[in-house]
Protein backbone atom coordinates (compact mmCIF):
# COMPACT_ATOMS: atom_id res chain seq x y z
CA UNK A 1 0.00 0.00 0.00
CA UNK A 2 1.51 3.40 -1.04
CA UNK A 3 1.58 6.44 1.68
CA UNK A 4 -0.50 9.17 0.66
CA UNK A 5 2.24 12.36 0.20
CA UNK A 6 2.66 15.25 2.31
CA UNK A 7 1.61 18.51 1.92
CA UNK A 8 3.79 20.45 -0.75
CA UNK A 9 4.59 17.60 -2.39
CA UNK A 10 5.24 17.84 -6.18
CA UNK A 11 1.27 16.72 -6.93
CA UNK A 12 0.06 18.95 -9.75
CA UNK A 13 -2.71 21.56 -8.82
CA UNK A 14 -2.09 21.48 -5.41
CA UNK A 15 -0.21 24.71 -4.20
CA UNK A 16 1.75 24.94 -1.05
CA UNK A 17 0.68 26.08 1.58
CA UNK A 18 2.30 29.27 3.43
CA UNK A 19 3.22 28.47 7.03
CA UNK A 20 4.04 30.99 9.61
CA UNK A 21 7.51 31.33 10.78
CA UNK A 22 8.25 29.63 14.45
CA UNK A 23 9.75 33.24 15.63
CA UNK A 24 8.42 36.74 13.38
CA UNK A 25 5.41 34.84 12.81
CA UNK A 26 5.61 35.96 8.78
CA UNK A 27 3.71 33.86 6.15
CA UNK A 28 6.05 31.63 4.03
CA UNK A 29 5.24 29.63 1.10
CA UNK A 30 6.48 25.72 1.35
CA UNK A 31 7.81 26.11 5.12
CA UNK A 32 7.57 23.51 7.52
CA UNK A 33 5.42 24.04 10.56
CA UNK A 34 7.87 24.73 13.52
CA UNK A 35 10.63 25.96 10.58
CA UNK A 36 11.96 29.24 10.91
CA UNK A 37 12.02 31.26 7.66
CA UNK A 38 15.43 32.21 6.01
CA UNK A 39 15.79 35.57 7.77
CA UNK A 40 15.19 34.31 11.25
CA UNK A 41 17.30 31.25 10.33
CA UNK A 42 19.89 33.27 9.31
CA UNK A 43 19.85 35.75 11.96
CA UNK A 44 20.27 32.77 14.60
CA UNK A 45 23.55 31.26 12.28
CA UNK A 46 25.03 34.51 12.67
CA UNK A 47 24.17 34.54 16.52
CA UNK A 48 25.48 31.12 17.23
CA UNK A 49 28.48 32.11 15.02
CA UNK A 50 29.67 34.70 17.09
CA UNK A 51 28.79 33.15 20.17
CA UNK A 52 31.21 30.20 18.98
CA UNK A 53 33.87 32.17 18.13
CA UNK A 54 33.93 33.63 21.76
CA UNK A 55 34.18 30.66 23.37
CA UNK A 56 36.78 28.49 21.14
CA UNK A 57 39.58 31.38 20.64
CA UNK A 58 39.69 30.86 24.70
CA UNK A 59 39.39 27.43 24.47
CA UNK A 60 42.15 27.66 21.84
CA UNK A 61 44.45 30.26 23.65
CA UNK A 62 44.02 28.01 26.64
CA UNK A 63 45.13 24.69 24.86
CA UNK A 64 48.17 26.88 22.88
CA UNK A 65 49.26 27.86 26.32
CA UNK A 66 49.47 24.17 27.49
CA UNK A 67 51.38 22.76 24.37
CA UNK A 68 53.96 25.91 25.33
CA UNK A 69 54.21 24.97 28.66
CA UNK A 70 53.57 21.29 29.36
CA UNK A 71 55.26 20.18 26.12
CA UNK A 72 58.72 18.98 25.43
CA UNK A 73 60.89 21.85 22.98
CA UNK A 74 61.18 18.80 20.70
CA UNK A 75 60.58 20.25 17.28
CA UNK A 76 58.56 17.01 16.51
CA UNK A 77 56.36 17.49 19.23
CA UNK A 78 55.58 21.01 18.68
CA UNK A 79 54.14 19.86 15.20
CA UNK A 80 51.74 17.74 17.00
CA UNK A 81 51.34 20.47 19.23
CA UNK A 82 49.86 22.67 16.85
CA UNK A 83 47.76 20.46 15.04
CA UNK A 84 45.91 19.65 18.32
CA UNK A 85 45.64 23.37 18.52
CA UNK A 86 43.95 24.00 15.38
CA UNK A 87 42.54 20.80 15.92
CA UNK A 88 40.96 22.39 19.52
CA UNK A 89 39.54 25.73 17.88
CA UNK A 90 37.91 23.47 14.92
CA UNK A 91 36.45 21.24 17.15
CA UNK A 92 35.13 23.52 19.74
CA UNK A 93 33.50 25.91 17.17
CA UNK A 94 32.02 23.34 15.65
CA UNK A 95 30.56 22.00 18.92
CA UNK A 96 29.67 25.24 20.19
CA UNK A 97 27.57 25.93 16.75
CA UNK A 98 25.81 23.36 16.80
CA UNK A 99 24.95 23.55 20.40
CA UNK A 100 24.04 27.30 20.17
CA UNK A 101 21.76 26.48 17.10
CA UNK A 102 19.88 23.84 19.17
CA UNK A 103 19.30 25.89 22.96
CA UNK A 104 19.60 29.70 21.71
CA UNK A 105 16.42 31.36 22.43
CA UNK A 106 13.98 32.24 19.64
Known amino acids: MLSQPAWGSSVPGVPLPEVPCL ?4 RVVGLGWGDLCADCLRERRRRAS ?3 RRISLPATLLMAAW ?8 PG ?7 AVLATYVIVNRIVHHVAMEYLPL
Not at 77 to 83: A, K, N, T
Request: hydrophobic residues 45%.
Open 23 to 26: RCER
Open 50 to 52: RLA
Open 67 to 74: VFLAMPRD
Open 77 to 83: LRVYGGI
